[in-house]
């Protein structure tokens, strides 16, 4: 669709802007959303101190601080071709757990939740935390600010500051833990385990016994068959921190297995004229636009792609809870995008066990916690962060400052399944031009599940997530524009 | 009365880091025990979580108001606001998580909110330390402002 032009001046104001351009009938030919993607970044870090980047990159986004904080450590640990000590590995991945409660929590009760715990149809004015602690009542209320708490006071306590860690070195850590700080931290994470379990419960009683919900979930506007990525440890078990990338295909067969070093051999970025955002494609398989199934590259992360895209959990209890999801929504792999929301709650389980595993672990407060650097060169590091796979690569020059550097972040790589998810939504409740009541709903639900993070840390008042769409005839003229939050 | 100033914005992203820059000039003016100046590079819940336990808190952000210039700088109120920071998917806005806190019972949430913010109509997209020369001269008449507010509740001389 050549002939959609948006002005490169407008594309970065309001962010979630939707345009959904209809055909000769009234129904739905296309759908955009833009993404608002900050630039300049290789320019900006060129020539800074190598060492700078784990915290200018946790600045890159308000959202995922942690998550850059260790892809750039790790990409330093290459680049400085040092392997960070045992115990600095599970240091980072205990405060990793830490960073995927806070985070899964918060999507789950605060942003996700509203969806389905007070209900797709429920009103705008009820469809938010508020809502959800109406229903769920003050109780549980408290319960999931203190959980979420627990969350930030362990990524505190291991990286120096709950937001913006500090404490990633290449070869190592800054810092590590006494006797007081693992009892502190077992028993947070021992009650993170306890609410994750019945945050599952509670997903089970609400969501899953209510037929209406399921029958959403399981609904063709909310389907997408695309190939599914995420890291996996050598069991082909989720593992956020370390790992090998894995993709699977659209009948869960691994498809490729790659190290991050390998990453501009599998992954290659599309453009569209429409969009500054870039976006990966699997590239032996290619850009085939903007449709799923086996021949087209797109490929989903995230909670769900990442449980797809591996063969169980590395613990116990979450193990049992990814089997039931597969045994419940017909096997693997589960398409449906709104079980994302499902998948988060296995993880967040999984993060409260992995959390007490390390923390049990004797190493864990040994003082053997950084390794002495190398000499600079390239560096590649990834992770999971909350919102999918997440890759650093840095060129340093031979003092050790940055020449070049690329991101490969984790919302852009659900970009393209993102624009499906939204065009099948629109899809099945525009007709002939007549545009159905919850369209601004049922859309957003359907970008809400992958749990985007737009404007990389802006904040500006007056805020609140905008979203406009803007529908289009045949002759690309306006035809409607509906908005929320402008 | 315990009062925290806080920064807010993203040091990295141009003129949407103006709310730090202003928080560490005042830093050079303001020395007193019961005031605390900081930045925040979040919003939401963990902006909450920040100001929660002290009397007062002033915010100095870039705010993006209809009819006004980029530069203009003015003091608003919390409540003059519909719906209040974390312009991402995210997290929800400084309203919604103060409102979650007193239904669940908080008490400690400070009593006066103060926005100082700094008229920015359009965001920045690209990565860079520098103020842009509009927002950059708007500074010193937010330091001053904010200096004036820390000053209704605190005795000091800078």
Redesign the interface.
């Given at each position: 669709m050549k002939q959609i032009l948006i002005d490169p001046i407008t594309r970065l104001e309001g962010h979630g802007k939707i345009a959904i351009f209809l055909d000769g009938k009234g129904d739905v030919a296309n759908a955009y959303m833009q993404i608002p993607e900050l630039r300049g970044f290789e320019r900006f870090s060129q020539g800074r101190r190598a060492e700078d980047m784990p915290q200018i990159t946790s600045r890159i986004c308000g959202v995922c601080p942690v998550a850059h904080h260790f892809a750039a450590t790790k990409a330093l640990d290459d680049a400085f071709n040092v392997e960070p000590t045992s115990t600095a590995k599970k240091l980072r991945e205990l405060m990793y757990a830490g960073y995927f409660i806070y985070d899964h929590t918060l999507h789950f009760y605060y942003l996700g939740g509203p969806d389905f715990v007070v209900g797709p149809d429920a009103p705008a004015a009820k469809r938010n935390i508020l809502g959800v602690i109406e229903k769920v009542g003050v109780e549980i209320g408290k319960e999931v600010i203190k959980h979420r708490a627990y969350g930030q006071k362990i990524t505190a306590i291991l990286g120096g500051k709950a937001t913006h860690p500090v404490c990633g070195l290449p070869g190592g850590v800054s810092k590590g833990l006494n006797k007081d700080e693992v009892k502190e931290i077992e028993t947070m994470a021992k009650s993170c385990r306890d609410f994750a379990q019945f945050t599952l419960k509670l997903f089970d009683d609400i969501v899953l016994k209510n037929k209406k919900y399921v029958d959403i979930i399981l609904s063709d506007p909310y389907q997408l068959s695309t190939y599914n990525m995420g890291l996996v440890d050598k069991n082909n078990k989720v593992n956020f921190y370390d790992g090998m990338i894995r993709v699977t295909d659209q009948k869960a067969k691994e498809y490729v297995k790659f190290d991050v070093k390998d990453y501009y051999k599998n992954i290659a970025e599309h453009v569209e004229e429409w969009s500054y955002i870039k976006f990966p494609y699997l590239k032996k398989i290619g850009w085939k636009g903007f449709v799923d199934g086996k021949n087209s590259g797109i490929f989903r992360v995230g909670p769900l792609g990442r449980l797809n895209a591996a063969d169980g959990m590395a613990t116990p209890l979450a193990d049992k809870e990814y089997k039931r999801l597969y045994e419940t929504l017909g096997g693997k792999p589960v398409n449906a995008t709104l079980a994302f929301h499902w998948a988060r709650l296995v993880e967040l389980l999984y993060a409260t066990e992995r959390a007490l595993e390390l923390i049990k672990d004797p190493e864990i407060t040994s003082d053997k916690i950084r390794n002495p650097v190398g000499e600079p060169g390239e560096g590649y590091g990834v992770v999971e962060a909350c919102r999918g796979t997440l890759i650093h690569h840095y060129k340093l020059d031979k003092n050790g400052l940055i020449d070049k550097a690329n991101l490969i972040v984790a919302t852009v790589n659900n970009a393209g399944a993102m624009n499906m998810s939204i065009r099948k939504a629109a899809m099945g409740l525009i007709k002939g031009g007549k545009v159905t009541d919850g369209l601004l709903n049922m859309v957003e639900m359907a970008f809400r599940a992958y749990d985007p993070c737009f404007g990389c840390a802006t904040h500006s008042f007056p805020g609140q997530m905008p979203m406009e769409v803007k529908i289009y005839d045949n002759n690309k003229k306006l035809y409607k524009t509906l908005r929320k939050n402008l | 009365m315990k009062t925290i100033v806080l920064g807010?914005?993203?040091?990295?992203?141009q003129d949407?880091g103006v709310g730090i820059h202003v928080a560490n000039q005042l830093k050079q003016h303001v020395n007193h025990p019961n005031v605390t100046i900081d930045e925040a590079?979040?919003?939401?819940?963990?902006l909450l979580?920040l100001i929660t336990g002290y009397d007062k808190a002033i915010l100095i952000?870039?705010?993006?108001i209809r009819n006004e210039k980029d530069g203009e700088v003015k003091r608003?109120l919390l409540s003059d606001?519909?719906?209040?920071?974390?312009?991402?998917?995210?997290?929800?806005?400084?309203l919604?998580a103060i409102?979650?806190?007193k239904?669940?019972?908080e008490k400690k949430i400070p009593c006066d909110i103060v926005?100082i913010?700094i008229v920015?109509k359009?965001?920045p997209?690209?990565?860079?330390e520098k103020l842009s020369p509009k927002i950059a001269a708007a500074v010193p008449k937010a330091v001053e402002m904010t200096i004036n507010e820390i000053k209704n509740y605190v005795n000091f001389s800078s």
């Open positions: - | 807010v914005g993203n040091p990295i992203l949407d590079l979040t919003g939401g819940m963990n979580d952000d870039a705010v993006n608003f606001f519909s719906s209040a920071h974390s312009d991402n998917s995210h997290d929800v806005s400084l919604e409102e979650l806190a239904t669940l019972g926005i913010g920015l359009k965001m997209n690209e990565f860079g």
